[in-house]
Every structure is written in structure tokens, then in C-alpha cells.
């Protein structure tokens, strides 16, 4: 199974900051990748797919990159309602699997 | 309105079984692959399997983590999913979500999107 890990696992940030989220493949998955937030008590809600497509209704403060097996996920100006965590998930093969997760908390 | 609501889930011995439902509204459900993801208390998220739409003759695809003992279905007459679950562990005690895949298709290729989520049904497996 190709292992995606993510860092950092957690960080501390304010409003208004440009965060960056990395997620490293275990081996090359091309732009096969999607990001998620996911809120306290909250279903996941895809931001991201196709490593650098936002999906319809999120705002455009949030962008991805990468290919192979490094991406990252911006966060351009930081929101309240970012505060959350954020998966990575890999549709390369199967199994799929997801990132260890990073959580944003307010600084 | 699209809505995905789970239920079926409780408490059950380690060995035991269960079975899961998740029923679909205000979406073409026949035309989607549909995906069970998990998440154990205060963990990240883990994928459970999938199944394809009728397309693509409702195949599955599992984790290795529940590969020979879960089982997907689906019934598209009545828009619902199932999850069922045999030899259950300690380790399977999560919330488990039903998900909608809409997959993403263009010259790049098929990328999943996991766009609807359902709010989850909590299995816990203990003696």
C-alpha cells in the first residue's frame, strides 16, 4: 500500500497567516491526490482534487500543488473558519489511503 | 437536497457482526461508486473499501485492514449502501461514513472526489 505522510502534524498560526501543508507519497502517484478538511464533530469536506483543481464552492485562498510524490496545500490568508484538520488522500491505487492528518489551531 | 444518512451501528462483541446502512437522497445513486471511509475515536480518517456503480458491475475494492471480512453492496432500487461487517475487532470500533465519489474525468485522467459525506454511524466492539 503506498504510505502518504504529512506534515506537520499540527502548527499553531493566526489569522490573516499563508500556511503550507505537505503530503509525501511512499512512491510516485502522479497528480492523483485530493485534500480534505475536516472540522470537530464534522463530516470531511473535499477542497481539493486532482492535486491542484478546487472543488466548486471553495475559496479560492485555498490551492494545491505538486506531482510524484510531493504536494503541498496553501492556505493564502488564513480564516477562523480554517481552523480545522487537514487530510491528504491518495487515488493513485488501491488500497486508498489518507495522511495522518495536520491540525491547524489558532496561535 | 443531496444526503447521505447512515444507521445500523451499536455495540458488539469482538467475533460478532453488524450491518450497516446508508440511504441516498436527491442524487442519482445508480450512477456513482460509493465508498465507506472509518475514523476510531481521536484518530485520522481510514478508507474501508468501495463499490463501483452498475457501469462497472457494482465491483468492490477493500482495505487491507477489513479485506475477507467486510463485505459492500448496494441496492440500487431503494438508493441504498451497505456495510456488512463479520469478525469484528476491537480495533473496527470507529465512526463510520458513507461517502459519495464523484469522479473527476478529463484528458489528465479520473480523479475521486469524495464530495458527499454522510454524518456517520458509531460502532464500538467490546466485551
Known amino acids: 500500500a503506498i504510505q502518504m505522510t504529512q506534515s506537520p502534524s499540527s502548527l499553531s498560526a493566526s489569522v490573516g497567516d499563508r500556511v503550507t501543508i505537505t503530503c509525501r507519497a511512499s512512491?510516485?502517484?502522479?497528480?492523483?491526490l485530493g485534500w480534505y478538511q475536516q472540522k470537530p464533530g464534522k463530516a470531511p469536506k473535499v477542497l481539493i482534487y486532482g492535486a491542484s483543481t478546487l472543488q466548486s464552492g471553495v475559496p479560492s485562498r485555498f490551492s494545491g500543488s505538486g506531482s510524484g510524490t510531493d504536494f503541498t496545500l496553501t492556505i493564502s490568508s488564513l480564516q477562523p473558519e480554517d481552523f480545522a484538520t487537514y487530510y491528504c488522500?491518495?487515488?493513485?491505487?488501491?488500497?486508498?489511503?489518507f495522511g495522518q492528518g495536520t491540525k491547524v489551531e489558532i496561535k | 437536497e443531496v444526503q447521505l444518512a447512515e444507521s445500523g451501528g451499536g455495540l458488539v462483541q469482538p467475533g460478532g457482526s453488524l450491518r450497516l446502512s446508508c440511504a441516498a437522497f436527491g442524487l442519482t445513486f445508480y450512477d456513482h461508486y460509493m465508498e465507506w471511509v472509518r475514523q476510531a475515536p481521536g484518530k485520522g480518517l481510514e478508507w474501508v473499501g468501495r463499490i463501483r456503480n452498475r457501469s462497472n458491475r457494482n465491483t468492490t475494492e477493500y482495505g487491507a485492514s477489513v479485506k475477507g471480512r467486510f463485505t459492500i453492496s448496494r441496492d440500487d432500487s431503494k438508493n441504498l449502501l451497505f456495510l456488512q461487517m463479520n469478525s469484528l475487532k476491537t480495533e473496527d470500533t470507529a465512526l463510520y461514513f458513507c461517502v459519495r465519489t464523484y469522479l473527476h474525468c478529463s484528458d489528465a485522467g479520473c480523479f475521486d472526489g469524495f464530495d458527499v459525506w454522510g454524518q456517520g454511524t458509531m460502532v464500538a466492539v467490546s466485551s
Open positions: 512512491q510516485g502517484i502522479r497528480s492523483e
Open positions: 488522500l491518495q487515488d493513485n491505487s488501491y488500497p486508498r489511503t
